[in-house]
């Protein structure tokens, strides 16, 4: 089940909640676990990305044959 974070809109809580995908995508408005609002919101957080230039590794089972 995905965890979502969240914010609420009257009191500033940030919090976690477990949903299904079915049931967010219903309308699901999670409480605010401080103020018991259901005024929130979804919030995104920074995503890390790792980029590099290494070549995959050679060898093994799925390399091509050198014949």
């Known amino acids: 089940m995905p965890m979502y974070t969240y914010a609420c809109n009257k009191c500033g809580t940030r919090f976690e909640a477990f949903a299904s995908i079915a049931k967010k995508e219903s309308g699901w408005q999670p409480l605010c676990p401080k103020c018991g609002s259901h005024e ?12 590099g230039s ?14």
């Open 40 to 51: 929130t919101r979804q919030t995104f957080g920074s995503v890390a990305v790792m980029v």
């Open 54 to 67: 290494r070549r995959p590794p050679t060898g093994g089972c799925c390399a091509p044959r050198g014949e």
